[in-house]
């Protein structure tokens, strides 16, 4: 049986979709990886517009019989999008496959190490199924939103609470990375320091599209820091000139980062974090990430500045910046002193202060492309289609959007007053 439906997605759209014969078939395999019997299928749409630009997340309830005992499991679905022009700029086969390697061959290697030091995997969905082939591709995973996760509202950004449970734990990940290197030498060899970059490869930023893209992006950071001290716009405009395509690469390269890169999550913005709170105080308690399309071999520093600068306000970081720098350093150290390793040996605080001047030039590339989806709101909210076709048009939007307009600023302002561009 297939039903259910939102006012955004009609009940036969959903139901039509999931008749296709290749989703049909990974209904089946899911079913069979969770051992139900005389399944039936509740389908839902998953997002909203603006939630997910590299997929189309629906909700899935299958309904059985497992042991005799009648049972209710909630999945997510994520499939890609159906336009081939969103596929081909967005690379949607890159991301799928990326993630698809994830699940199917990084996190087992985690698990299985893990393991052996009596630890779990936290902090990661459940996955039941995926795969890459070329335009069938399809995530299933645990639906959080049933254990009480949530997404917070990305116009509230990330508070000091949520941020240092955010770098805590994005601390303990790229441990794991550190404990293999220093433990499983050759695994980490040929399952982990081979990973390419996924999105910013030559072909790409190479590519006249790319390149007028980032013209007109750079454009708008200068519309953003027009009233503010010419010293802003004349170091950022100097950043930019000097950032040619080997530059650009540079940050994304994990050899550049040696013997110190690690596997990082590569897009740890709001939305791609759930959020469990303490129902007495409405505190953040525990988290997961989300969306491992763009899994990277980079320098650590790569995921902590795009979440300081990308998911957090000028405020904060006047406030707690250093001490988040130093929460995460602290979480990663004592989870490596459990698994066995010597954190002063693998990742010293001042090799990790010393990254984060080099390589958080990543963010001033990527600050400018991603922050106009992060900061929008209201009718600002669109699909990717109408997000890439209207960026050429957003001179309009950056003189009436303050929370773009500011955001973009005071990143801009931050990344240059701490040298990091």
């Not at 139901?15 to 014969?21: P, Y």
């Not at 985690?110 to 990661?124: D, M, S």
């Not at 405009?237 to 040696?258: I, L, M, Q, S």
Request: proline share 4%; with cysteine.
């Amino acid at each position: 049986m297939m039903s259910g439906a939102t006012e955004d997605e009609p009940e036969s759209r959903c139901s039509d979709l999931f008749r296709s014969e290749h989703l049909q078939e990974y209904l089946g395999r899911v079913v069979e990886t969770l051992g139900i019997r005389s399944p039936k299928f509740c389908v839902t749409l998953g997002s909203k517009v603006g939630d997910n630009y590299a997929g189309v997340i629906y909700r899935v309830e299958i309904e059985g019989q497992s042991n005799g005992v009648p049972v209710k499991i909630q999945t997510i679905f994520k499939i890609p999008p159906t336009n081939e022009i969103v596929r081909e700029i967005m690379q949607i086969e890159h991301l799928f496959l990326r993630e698809h390697e994830f699940y199917s061959e990084i996190v087992p290697i985690f698990k299985e190490f893990l393991q052996a030091h009596r630890k779990t995997l936290g902090n990661i969905p459940e996955c039941y199924f995926s795969t890459s082939i070329d335009h069938k591709e399809a995530i299933c995973m645990e639906d959080l939103q049933s254990k009480g996760f949530v997404m917070r509202d990305r116009i509230k950004q990330l508070d000091f609470a949520h941020a240092s449970l955010v770098l805590r734990a994005l601390g303990r990940f790229h441990a794991v990375s550190f404990g293999l290197r220093d433990q499983k030498q050759e695994v980490f060899a040929s399952k982990i320091s081979h990973h390419k970059e996924p999105l910013f490869r030559p072909d790409v930023v190479q590519h006249p599209s790319f390149i007028e893209r980032c013209e007109i992006l750079e454009n708008l950071v200068k519309m953003a820091l027009a009233d503010e001290d010419p010293r802003y716009t004349k170091r950022f405009t100097e950043f930019r000139k000097t950032v040619t395509c080997d530059d650009f690469a540079c940050p994304f390269t994990g050899c550049n980062a040696e013997p110190y890169a690690v596997l990082n999550h590569g897009d740890l913005w709001t939305n791609n974090l759930l959020f469990k709170y303490d129902e007495d105080h409405g505190e953040p308690q525990d988290l997961y990430f989300l969306d491992f399309q763009s899994v990277r071999y980079v320098s650590p520093a790569i995921d902590i500045s795009y979440v300081l600068f990308c998911s957090c306000n000028q405020e904060l970081r006047n406030r707690h910046f250093d001490e988040l720098i130093k929460i995460y350093h602290e979480s990663l150290s004592a989870y490596l002193y459990e698994l066995g390793s010597e954190p002063q040996k693998l990742f010293p605080y001042e090799e990790l202060l010393r990254q984060m001047r080099k390589f958080s030039t990543s963010t001033g590339i990527t600050a400018m492309m991603v922050l106009p989806a992060f900061t929008s709101q209201g009718d600002d909210v669109k699909a990717f289609e109408a997000l890439n076709s209207d960026i050429a048009d957003s001179e309009d939007r950056i003189q009436r959007d303050y929370f773009w307009r500011n955001t973009l600023r005071d990143t801009y302002k931050d990344l240059i007053d701490r040298n990091y561009i």
